[in-house]
C-alpha cells in the first residue's frame, strides 16, 4: 500500500506548524496511541495512520472492527488527527468533522447526528474525538474510520456501507489524500468561528431531517436539523427538546424500509 504522506505534508504544514504524517503497519487503536503520546508529552500536531487496528474505539464504548479485506487492500481506513487545540466552545465539533470528511469523499455522503458518515441509510464511517489538557495545553484526538471494502453486517447495530460503492477506483490513500487539507483547515475554522459555519453545510447533509427518530433515551418525535450548537431538534408531543451529543444515540424510527428494533439504551 502507497501512501502519499508526502503530498499531503505539503498540503498542510504551511498552516499547521510541526504536523508530520505517520503510517505504522499495526497499532491497537491510532486514538489511543496519540493521547499515549499527548500524556507523555508529545503534543505536536500529527495524521497517524494505521494499516491495522487491533482494538479500535467507537462512541459510546463500542469497538470499530477492521478486518482484512485481503491481497495487501485495506478494508478500513483509520487515522487520527492530533493537535493543540482551544476554540471557544467545543460543542459541534464532531459535526463539523463530518461534515468535512463526507464532502471531501462523495457528494452522495451524509451524515447521522452526531457522528456518522451513512450512504443509503447506511453506516459507511464513524468519528471518535477524545480530549485531555497537558499542562496549558488542550490537546485533541480526532480520530475516523471508513469502511473501504464490503464488509460483513453481522453484529453491526447499523448495516454497513462502504466507500468502494460509490467510488470504485479509489483507494485508501486517495481517500485519506482527499481527506486530509480540508479536514485541517475545517478544525482551524472551528477553532476560530465554532460550529455556526458548518450548521447549515450539515443540515443540508442530515439523513435524520423530517423523520421519525428514537433516542436511546426513549425521546420520540421528529428531528429538525441541529441548531447553532450542533445540538440536534427533535420535535416530541411535548414540544421541542435539544439533544447533544453527551447525552444519547439517535436512530430513525424506520431504516431502510424496515422498521427497526427500538430498544432505549442508556447513555
Ligand atoms: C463510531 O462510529 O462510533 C466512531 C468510530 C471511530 C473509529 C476510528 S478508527 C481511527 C480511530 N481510532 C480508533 O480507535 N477509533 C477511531
Same mark, same amino acid.
Given at each position: 500500500?502507497?501512501?502519499?504522506?508526502?503530498?499531503?505534508?505539503?498540503?498542510?504544514?504551511?498552516?499547521?506548524?510541526?504536523?508530520?504524517?505517520?503510517?505504522?503497519?499495526?497499532?491497537?487503536?491510532?486514538?489511543?496511541?496519540?493521547?499515549?503520546?499527548?500524556?507523555?508529552?508529545?503534543?505536536?500536531?500529527?495524521?497517524?495512520?494505521?494499516?491495522?487496528?487491533?482494538?479500535?474505539?467507537?462512541?459510546?464504548?463500542?469497538? @470499530?472492527?477492521?478486518?482484512?479485506?485481503?491481497?495487501?487492500?485495506?478494508?478500513?481506513?483509520?487515522?487520527?488527527?492530533?493537535?493543540?487545540?482551544?476554540?471557544?466552545?467545543?460543542?459541534?465539533?464532531?459535526? !463539523?468533522?463530518?461534515?468535512?470528511?463526507?464532502?471531501?469523499?462523495?457528494?452522495?455522503?451524509?451524515?447521522?447526528?452526531?457522528?456518522?458518515? @451513512?450512504?443509503?441509510?447506511?453506516? $459507511?464511517?464513524?468519528?471518535?474525538?477524545?480530549?485531555?489538557?497537558?499542562?496549558?495545553?488542550?490537546?485533541?484526538?480526532?480520530?475516523?474510520?471508513?469502511?473501504? !471494502?464490503?464488509?460483513?453486517?453481522?453484529?453491526?447495530?447499523?448495516?454497513?456501507?462502504?466507500?468502494?460503492?460509490?467510488?470504485?477506483?479509489?483507494?485508501?490513500?486517495?481517500?485519506?489524500?482527499?481527506?486530509? !487539507?480540508?479536514?485541517?483547515?475545517?478544525?482551524?475554522?472551528?477553532? %476560530?468561528?465554532?460550529? %455556526?459555519?458548518?450548521?447549515?453545510?450539515?443540515?443540508?447533509?442530515?439523513?435524520?431531517? #423530517?423523520?421519525?427518530?428514537?433516542?436511546?433515551?426513549?425521546?420520540?418525535?421528529?428531528?429538525? #436539523?441541529?441548531?447553532?450548537?450542533?445540538?440536534?431538534?427533535?420535535?416530541?408531543?411535548?414540544?421541542?427538546?435539544?439533544?447533544?451529543?453527551?447525552?444519547?444515540?439517535?436512530?430513525?424510527?424506520?431504516?431502510?424500509?424496515?422498521?427497526?428494533? $427500538?430498544?432505549?439504551?442508556?447513555?
Amino acid at each position: 500500500m502507497v501512501w502519499p504522506s508526502e503530498a499531503i505534508w505539503e498540503a498542510v504544514s504551511a498552516s499547521l506548524p510541526g504536523f508530520t504524517v505517520e503510517v505504522l503497519p499495526q497499532i491497537d487503536s491510532t486514538n489511543t496511541d496519540l493521547m499515549r503520546r499527548a500524556k507523555s508529552g508529545q503534543l505536536d500536531p500529527v495524521l497517524l495512520v494505521a494499516e491495522r487496528q487491533t482494538a479500535g474505539r467507537g462512541r459510546l464504548g463500542r469497538q @470499530w472492527h477492521s478486518d482484512a479485506a485481503g491481497a495487501g487492500a485495506i478494508q478500513s481506513l483509520t487515522f487520527s488527527l492530533g493537535l493543540p487545540l482551544a476554540p471557544q466552545n467545543w460543542s459541534g465539533l464532531s459535526l !463539523a468533522v463530518g461534515v468535512s470528511v463526507a464532502q471531501s469523499l462523495h457528494p452522495d455522503l451524509r451524515l447521522k447526528w452526531p457522528n456518522d458518515i @451513512w450512504l443509503q441509510d447506511r453506516k $459507511l464511517g464513524g468519528i471518535l474525538i477524545e480530549t485531555g489538557s497537558f499542562g496549558d495545553v488542550r490537546y485533541v484526538v480526532i480520530g475516523v474510520g471508513i469502511n473501504m !471494502a464490503a464488509r460483513e453486517a453481522a453484529g453491526l447495530s447499523t448495516p454497513p456501507a462502504w466507500l468502494a460503492e460509490v467510488q470504485p477506483d479509489m483507494d485508501a490513500g486517495q481517500a485519506l489524500q482527499e481527506i486530509a !487539507a480540508p479536514l485541517v483547515r475545517a478544525v482551524q475554522t472551528f477553532e %476560530a468561528q465554532g460550529f %455556526a459555519p458548518f450548521q447549515a453545510r450539515f443540515n443540508a447533509l442530515d439523513v435524520l431531517a #423530517g423523520r421519525a427518530v428514537v433516542c436511546s433515551d426513549g425521546t420520540m418525535g421528529e428531528a429538525l #436539523g441541529v441548531d447553532a450548537t450542533g445540538a440536534l431538534l427533535v420535535q416530541t408531543a411535548a414540544g421541542v427538546r435539544k439533544i447533544t451529543s453527551a447525552e444519547v444515540s439517535v436512530r430513525p424510527a424506520v431504516a431502510g424500509g424496515l422498521a427497526v428494533a $427500538l430498544v432505549p439504551r442508556p447513555c
